[in-house]
Structure formats: C-alpha cells, structure tokens
C-alpha cells in the first residue's frame, strides 16, 4: 500500500550527451509486501524406476513446497526379470503400446488393447454369464413343497399354513397345496 506524493525531478546533463540522472524525493509513508521463496524439494530417490515430481508455491504471508515418488510398476517388474509381465501391464495402459505389442507379437494376438475393444470384450464375457446364469437355473429344480411348509387344521376348521423363510413358492402356491393335503 503506498499513500503520500510523489515528486520526481530529471535532470540533463549537457555536458555529457546521453548521460541522465533522476532524483525521487518521497513523502508520506508506504507498506511493502512481498512473498518469500520457496524451494521445492529435490526429489531424486536414485531408483531406476522412480517417476519424482516437486512443487512450490509462495504468496504473500507464506509459501509451501513438496513432492512425491511413485515407483512405477512395469518397470519394477522388468528390473525383477518378469519381461513379459510388465509388457503385459504396459498393454493395459496406453491403447499404443498394446497395438505395437501385439502387432510384433510380444503379447498374444487375441488382447485386448483399445476401449472399444474392452467394452466388447466385457458386453461378450456378461452375455456368456447371463447364459450360463439362464442354464443353471433352468436346470435346478426347487425342492418338493413339502419341504417347505407344515399344513394343519385349527380347532375352528380354519386351515393354518406355515412356510419356512426363503421358501421359493408364493402364498397363492402354499395355500393350494395345504388345501389339497387338508381335505
């Protein structure tokens, strides 16, 4: 914040061309500010297979800096001798990488590198669980209802019918059936 007048006065020396002198007289009073620096931490871990990043920021009043190490995983597979692996997780994450991959034949030729290719391939793999799903319960048979449920007759002549929790028959299907065995 500056307040107060401001006088500036220049004078040119004729005896000396090109030679300019300035003399600023200020009066009142001023407040300067400014931010402090900052430096963000060097983040070399000195493995092979470290990504580093750092960052700083300073404004007025204060400044704040840090940083971070990931150590990337296909590499650390690859420094392990697991090649094949960590070409397969480089596959996985740059559509690239995976088409050049396959197209040398590093990877099998049947993987899947694009995200059309991955929405294909997972419309495919839950139609094939919904048939298999369809199969299986058309295979199973419930058990007999009489697993399921006790009929009995009440001393008014009512009939009491009591079905067990998660009997797979509805009340229409269990009051039929104790009808039919109460008669």
């Known amino acids: 914040m500056t307040s107060g007048n401001s006088n500036a006065q220049i004078y040119l020396d004729q005896s000396t061309p090109g030679t300019l002198s300035t003399r600023n007289s200020y009066s009142g009073s001023y407040t300067v500010r400014s931010a402090p620096s900052v430096q963000p931490p060097s983040m070399g871990s000195g493995h092979p297979c470290a990504l580093s ?92 209802i009489s697993r399921y449920v006790s009929c009995s007759k009440r001393a008014d002549g009512k009939i009491l019918a009591r079905k067990q929790t998660g009997t797979p028959y509805s009340n229409d299907q269990v009051a039929k059936y104790c009808r039919s065995q109460m008669q």
């Open 53 to 144: 990043g750092s960052i700083g920021i300073s404004l007025i009043g204060g400044g704040a800096g840090g940083g971070m190490n990931r150590v990337d995983e296909a590499c650390l597979l690859a420094q392990m001798g697991q090649g094949q692996a960590a070409l397969i997780m480089i596959a996985r994450r740059d559509a690239e990488a995976c088409f050049a991959l396959r197209q040398v034949g590093s990877i099998p030729s049947g993987s899947v590198c694009s995200g059309s290719e991955r929405r294909s391939a997972a419309q495919a793999q839950r139609a094939t669980v919904s048939s298999m799903n369809r199969q299986t319960a058309t295979r199973t048979t419930a058990a007999p």
